[in-house]
């Protein structure tokens, strides 16, 4: 009776041991890899597009972060004029 459980565990131990592989009772590697490729392009899809050359020098403002790069740059310009005032 002890060799019979003895026997039981080692391969259950055996069958625990590498649980990434292709037998029936393995763990889905490809269908977990597949899951978080699909949940980062989802992610990068509808995250907005930050330029990767010149990081913002200040927080972008929540009503800036859906702009394309041109509207952004024309509200800069817009936002600049209207702190310095007219030019005399």
Not at 50 to 76: C, D, G, K, W
Request: aromatic residues 12%; charged residues 25%; negative net charge.
């Amino acid at each position: 009776m002890a060799a019979f459980i003895y026997l039981g565990f080692l391969a259950a131990g055996e069958e625990i041991e590498q649980p990434f592989g292709y037998d029936d009772n393995d763990l889905d590697l490809d269908l977990f890899c597949h899951e978080i490729v699909h949940a980062d392009i989802e992610h990068l899809k509808s995250s907005p597009c930050l330029n990767a050359y010149f990081p913002p020098s200040r927080p972008v403002p929540i009503h800036r972060q859906s702009m394309t790069v041109v509207e952004v740059s024309q509200s800069e310009f817009e936002d600049a004029d209207e702190s310095f005032g007219p030019v005399s």
